[in-house]
């Protein structure tokens, strides 16, 4: 198993960092693979919800389930990914002085 991680520092509290990771909608604009993400509720995600992503690689497209294994607001999410992609990914946010952020 491959296990990557990193860390940024965000210059915005924890509560605003999370309102931008925290929805797969907006996984378009930082990522030009991702065409569009389906199946998110108006008022968000919630632990043992699902999703889709469709994503295109130059001709080739794919379709990618997420899964909320975990979801606590503005500290954690871990969503399971299955299809073409096998991975869990899981996001931490950590208060850091001066309105800023560990993600």
């Not at 990618?64 to 294994?69: A, H, P, R, S």
């Not at 503005?74 to 208060?95: C, F, W």
């Amino acid at each position: 198993m491959t296990k990557v991680e990193f860390d940024v520092v965000v210059e915005a509290p924890p509560e605003a960092v999370w309102e931008v990771v925290s929805d797969p909608r907006r996984l378009p604009h930082w990522d030009r693979h991702i065409v569009r993400v389906e199946g998110i509720p108006a008022d968000g995600l919630r632990e043992g919800m699902r999703y889709t992503t469709q994503m295109r690689f130059f001709a080739f497209r794919s379709t990618i389930d997420g899964q909320v294994l975990e979801w606590d607001p503005p500290h954690r999410s871990k969503i399971r990914l299955t299809g073409l992609l096998d991975a869990t990914v899981t996001s931490t946010i950590e208060p850091l002085a001066g309105d800023r952020s560990l993600l």
